[in-house]
């Protein structure tokens, strides 16, 4: 079998986007900028399985207001490896119902700041797929995944919950696939027949019928692009990810966008093509309208300190539900989160989706310099017909008024941190045009960190004890033990705002 990277995906050529990518080939080509397409940003959904399914849940509570639904398969509840070390939150554990008054405390105290409104999750669509023989995550902290969706208003019936008997920690399918384990089998690459169609089961949920599935996508539809513009250099994230969009949607058709997000060891660097092709999600995308974005990790073997799991590495290319790269890790500020989320932004920035539906192109020639500790300074080129832009950092709109120039300098950043940032024009009658290419820049100063025993952190004012266990300010994360013996370093983000963590 040839390998993916020969089979790369030609270019798309959106026409209402007027981005023109590379022709196809089967020979490896440089990966390209991810295209614009016209999504219908009321139906933008989320999925993944292990850590993607941790990494799931998250995306659908931080950014409740994108995604309308939200699938797990063998994941945890919201924050778990926040407060707990990450064992507890797997191999089957149970999850008390005196941690989940935890976990959603984080989400109330949230609600509205670091996470999107926790009223729009009411509203969500979710499945749940669990195998009653995974031992690697296991029904035990998928039934305390449903518990926090039903105490955050899902109804009923928006919740489908699936645990399939004699399955293990792998994603179904009901079609056999080169190089596919056994579903009684959690090994590489965790993807089996299992007599039950997960990717049918969980756009079912989100779109309703499908129509028949192709069981032959093009493979000119699968398009490899440059993710390095959204990463801000994340240590674990690859340089190139995927996307799969039908011949429809690249014709300018209106579509739908669902991001299905592997798990660990499945990265395209360590299976291949498996996770893209062998889970079927782009068999139902390719005659139902649905543009499949597939971001991707990479293995990361430097050792970091997390929320509650001490210092770890990540050597199995896992998405971030530990906290390897920040405490924010399950916020919107998230690195991680905030990648993907400025994917789905820029593919749902063609005509008629995330651009605002106006018909202005996207700016060109976005820069960002003049960096100070708390200011970057941004410009573009200006756009024919506009009136106004609005400037967005990390996905979330920064101006108050129309900037008339071309020009704006973003405050109130912090020292030492990677920002996103993305531009729109807006026509004589407000209608918001497309987002430009995202740039990314670092502000200037440093990052203060203390190291000192829990006890310590609290005399000081960093950090706060209750039940004799202390918690960093403003985060609120768990530190361990309130006494002289266990020592933790605090990274100081904001006023009176610390993370565990460490400085460069």
Known sequence: MTTFAQRRARGVAVLLAALTLASASTTATAAVALPQLNIDTGQITVSGLSSGGFMANQLGYAYSGTFKGVGVFAGGPYMCAGHSNYTACMYNASISSSMLSTLQADLNNWSGTAIDPLANVAGQKVFMFVGTSDTTVGPKPMNAVQTQYTNNGVPAANLSYVQRSGTAHVFPTDFVATGNNSCGTSASPYIANCSYDGAKAVLSQFYGTLNARNDAPAAANYIEFDQTPFTAGNPGMAATGWLYVPANCASGAVCRLHVALHGCQQNVATIGDKFLKNTGYTRWADTNSIVVLFPQTKVDNTPRST??????????????????????????AGTQMQAIKAMVDQVSSGSGGGGGGGALPAPTGLVASGATDTTMTLGWNAVSGAVGYHVFRNGVQVNSTAVTGTSYVDSGLSPATTYSWTVAALDSGGAQGALSAAVSATTTGATTCFTASNYAHTTAGRAHQ????AYANGSNQAMGLWNVFVTTTLKQTGANYYVIGSCP
């Open 307 to 332: 929320a509650a799991s001490g210092s770890l590495a990540n050597p199995n290319g896992c998405w971030d539900w530990i906290g390897w790269y920040g405490g924010n890790f399950a916020q919107r």
């Open 466 to 469: 209750s039940g004799g266990y």
